[in-house]
DNA sequence: CGTGCTGTTGAACTGGGTCAACCATCGTGG
DNA sequence: CCACGATGGTTGACCCAGTTCAACAGCACG
């Protein structure tokens, strides 16, 4: 059941009939294995398949200058690129985050199905509207947040698109996200992302080990990061 | 006229039909003045009507911790809050520079004309992939560039969106920003706002009084910005 | 003719960056 | 089985880009 969590995934964001699920759940899609670090798609390339997330995580990341910023992080059910369907060339680096699993689908077989209904593609919109109201609140997390409030909005934001698609336990959840990763998507030096890190840790919001990060005070944590999960679906 | 910039920019986005083009001339929409600084919409706030800007400019802004985040400037021909038709409600402020002149169409009217074409959603929907795509520049700028790059880079998109719409004049725009919007829109103090503007100057970069600013040397600015007008579009 | 906004300047300060170690873990190849 | 190099986390010391505070000038407007 590859499309699963997709379908899940936009059936969350707008009500879908029976036979819209069976529709997207036929479409001819290849599932393939991608590795930690390896890049699905790179940054100018022409795009002629939409990747969506089976398993694990993909992130997005461009090169500015001699610093690489990360520009979003895309979780089991998401589709990272539904965009390239109707805007070429993709402007970041597609690229694995932890060993991963994600679906193909071509975009004429995607042309013909959103050709055939409205709805479907109201609901194929939408998911990229969200898409760009995560972003704005990237933007509004890097230009006016300190760091340790851009870590936590970060590990909030994570935790709550997680919890949509099932995948946060208990206030737990599993990525194997390195500081390097968090440095990038927040404008920050590792260093600096180290003691953020342990700062939040020492404040008792949250303890990473490994690929396990959890949330000790969620509620805490929210009100430090100034995040409320409300744009998230 | 009211439509004609926003059917030009749509119209530069993906090819319409005569047909079509009349279809959205003919959309009911009442035009309003807004004052300099006026919110036209108010986050939070539960959106029945589009907005597009036939003269002057709109900004969106949100309030995080205690200080105010610019997420997007719109020039004539935008439609800022076309997300609002499928995403609500608004997570931010829509807000007058300068005196301006805005139309609104009912998310109504707009439905109906959407559900009538499969093309014309397609426009609309890309119209708002070229939005979120201008975000995650954002993202990049806010991120990853000094602050002489990321004022740099400002000034460059705004010349090219505007080149887009026929405002830009040899090099000049009209856009009564103040340093505090630069700021607000950068991530900065005003203080460092206006030293950088000053810098630019003093490099011989541009040129900016009252609410005029050239580009002196564009090819430059823009290798300064590292920006390429790709994305826009 | 004050009052408020915008731009400008100087001086002192600080959050976060940079540089440079060092440690632990882990996969790899000899 | 161990030596190794690579990667990720951690720490300390120093530095600097950008912030903050404060003052002032020009100007527009009621």
């Known amino acids: 059941m590859p499309h699963q969590k997709f379908i899940a995934r936009l059936q969350a964001v707008e009500d879908l009939s029976e036979d819209e699920r069976r529709q ?6 290849t599932l393939r294995q991608v590795a930690d670090g390896e890049t699905v798609l790179r940054q100018g390339e022409t795009v002629s ?7 694990g995580f993909l992130y997005q990341t461009r090169i500015v200058g001699d610093r ?3 520009l979003a ?3 089991p059910g998401d589709m990272p690129c539904l965009h390239t369907l109707l805007v070429s060339p993709i402007d970041a680096d597609l690229v694995g985050l932890g060993p ?12 013909q199905l959103l050709d055939g209904s409205v709805h479907l593609t109201r609901a194929f919109w939408r998911e990229t509207l969200i898409d760009a109201a995560i972003s704005r609140r990237w933007i509004a997390r890097l230009g006016a ?10 590990i909030c934001e994570l935790a709550a698109r997680l919890e949509l698609v099932g995948l946060l336990n ?5 990525m194997p996200m390195t500081q390097r990763h968090v440095a990038d998507a927040c404008g920050l030096s590792i260093v600096h992302v180290n003691r953020t890190i342990q700062e939040l840790r020492h404040r008792g919001l949250i303890a990473w080990e ?3 990060i959890e949330l000790l005070q969620p509620e805490e944590l929210r009100r430090l990061a100034d995040f409320a999960p409300d744009y998230l679906s």
């Open 68 to 70: 690489s910023q990360i």
């Open 73 to 75: 992080f895309h979780v």
């Open 100 to 111: 991963t699993i994600v679906g193909a689908v071509a975009h004429s077989q995607l042309k």
């Open 145 to 154: 947040q300190a760091a340790l409030a851009k870590v936590a909005h970060l």
């Open 170 to 174: 208990d206030g737990c959840f599993q």
């Open 49 to 55: 398949r939409c990747v969506f997330v089976v398993h």
């Open 210 to 212: 490994g690929s396990e």
């Open 24 to 29: 997207i759940a036929v479409l001819p899609a």
